[in-house]
């Protein structure tokens, strides 16, 4: 058959493409002459059949891996670049021409209709084997039953929050630098028996969108290498995180030790819903050891859940000594470590069971999406997976591109949220407009030693008191011209808020103050513009504020 009827013939005719007389019947001291300026320039006398036996095919460095990936994709007929591809790698050089022809005339007959797969290593998810001459997807991937523990010469937090995942671990198999985003809601299978397969884990694969993505699993891999975890779960949010890991670890009728400070919906899911499961919940200061031993020693506790630095005051706990005596109970201990980040604190390291960040926050990074994270070993997180996969709360696959795109920076942005805030944190306590400085980087923080000791960095998170009431508070936040006024934290763009207003004003003043939360509070999170900038506003509303 003619080498012209082949479907795809751009594939050999690319100007990339040379071809040269058979070394058999040219002669060696003048290869030029064995080339016709038509094969050069890639015209049709390269492609006439009368001679294509006695002619080697010269293609470009890395062509084996170009057609079996790129244009087996952009060609609508991808059967010629994989059986071309496969011929050429499988086949000596001296039988590589008839071999490449061979193939294009197989591809001829092949059926042009493409059928679009996800397919493993050796094994397809769905749609057709290469095997059958037909077209497969833009992403594959690896065997899902394979051992797919990122490892690595990366020692750098930094590089491992680049990479790990992705170029040295990734399951897709593909040529783009970033992670696809694969859109869908469920997946096929070829036969009943791959199912059947599927089920009892002779067959690796996906089957619904809530209990797995690509591009999700991208970013636990990611996530985990990240903390050291055997493990991650990412859903759709912070909160959504907090709940599914509470009603999964505590049992009905079961116990929780939690801290006075932390995020405030957190609260609100213990003090109202999990009683409705006759859960009862011990509340203790972050750094009161010994209501920590008594409330183990009174009461059959499941999990101690805490943040560490906390929310909003930044409180911390001394994780490695709270898991040591939660583990002597036989309780698990949790440690919110969204204030930290993987960065500034391994809390796994210490010894917590479990570690879960907001990835809104600094792990995201760029206040543009939602996303939570859970990470630890494989069986405590699979018995919160199995919840979230009944409950729901599952994150888009678009959302967790995001969040990988924001984990390439995570090294460099808290490098300098750490040293901004850390700087401003001195100044504004030498300030005489500041009552008072919460930051676990300063030696006045009641926890600092603590600190000190289990965190590389104090985050990019600072609350302090302004020298007035609720109304003069409230000036000198609209003074301030860099930050947004707004209920979040850990990206690129500062954020302020006053929590009497922004989280409390439901409450009334004294119920407030229970918590701590003082009318002139206010919690700073710097982002990445310059200090000096940032300095300069803080200052100019400081100023306004005595002026008033």
Not at 144 to 171: N, Q, T
Request: net charge negative; hydrophobic share 40%.
């Amino acid at each position: 058959m003619a080498v012209s009827s082949c479907p795809c013939p751009k594939l050999f005719v690319a100007s990339s493409f040379e071809c040269r007389s058979d070394s058999s019947s040219s002669s060696a001291d003048q290869p030029s002459q064995g080339r016709s300026n038509s094969a050069r320039h890639g015209t049709t006398p390269f492609l006439s059949g009368a001679g294509m036996s006695s002619l080697i095919l010269k293609f470009p460095p890395n062509f084996v891996r170009q057609l079996s990936t790129k244009a087996r994709r952009n060609c609508s007929n991808i059967g010629v670049a994989q059986i071309v591809a496969a011929s050429w790698s499988n086949n000596s050089a001296a039988g590589a021409s008839s071999a490449a022809a061979a193939a294009a005339a197989a591809a001829a007959s092949a059926i042009p209709a493409a059928e679009p797969a996800v397919t493993l290593a050796g094994n397809e998810v769905g749609g057709i084997d290469s095997s059958d001459n037909k077209n497969v997807s833009v992403v594959q991937l690896e065997d899902l039953s394979s051992d797919l523990e990122y490892k690595s010469f990366l020692s750098s937090d930094g590089s491992i929050a680049v990479h790990a995942g992705e170029r040295l671990g990734r399951g897709i198999v593909t040529d783009a630098i970033t992670t696809p985003v694969v859109n869908t809601s469920a997946y096929f299978f070829k036969k009943t028996q791959e199912l059947i397969d599927f089920k009892e884990k002779r067959h690796a694969s996906y089957e619904y969108g809530r209990y797995g993505n690509p591009t999700t699993q991208v970013l636990e891999d990611k996530i985990s290498e990240l903390e050291g975890a055997e493990s991650t779960l990412i859903l759709a949010s912070g909160m959504c995180a907090s709940t599914v890991l509470l009603l999964a670890l505590v049992p009905a009728g079961g116990h929780l030790v939690t801290t006075t400070d932390c995020y405030r919906k957190t609260r609100i899911f213990m003090e109202t819903f999990l009683p409705k499961m006759g859960i009862t919940v011990t509340v203790i200061d972050p750094a009161d050891v010994k209501a920590l031993e008594s409330a183990l020693e009174i009461n059959k506790v499941s999990l101690f859940f805490t943040e560490s630095p906390t929310n909003p005051f930044l409180r911390c706990v001394d994780i490695e000594l709270v898991s040591e005596l939660c583990h002597r109970k036989g309780a698990l201990v949790c440690i919110d470590g969204t204030f930290a980040t993987p960065l500034n604190q391994k809390a796994l390291a210490l010894g917590a069971d479990l570690i879960l960040h907001s990835a809104t926050k600094f792990i995201g990074g760029h206040n543009d999406v939602l996303g939570g994270c859970i990470s630890g070993s494989t069986k405590v997180v699979s018995e919160i997976r199995n919840l979230h996969h009944v409950l729901g709360g599952t994150l888009n696959p678009n959302a967790a591109y995001l969040i990988i795109r924001g984990m390439k920076t995570l090294h460099l942005r808290v490098q300098q949220q750490n040293s901004t805030a850390l700087r401003m944190a001195k100044i504004l306590e030498a300030h005489p407009k500041v009552r008072c400085v919460y930051y676990p980087g300063l030696p006045s923080h009641p926890e600092h030693h603590i600190a000190k000791k289990q965190m590389t960095g104090f985050g990019g998170v600072v609350s302090f008191e302004v020298d007035g009431d609720l109304f003069i508070t409230s000036k000198f936040v609209d003074a301030l011209k860099i930050p947004y006024i707004a209920p979040s934290f850990g990206g690129c763009e500062s954020i302020v808020d006053q929590p009497a207003i922004m989280s409390y004003w439901d409450l009334s003043r004294s119920e407030r103050e229970k918590y701590g939360i003082k009318d002139n509070l206010v919690r700073f999170s710097f982002g990445v513009e310059d200090f000096e900038d940032l300095k300069a506003d803080i200052l100019q509303a400081l100023e306004t504020i005595e002026s008033a």
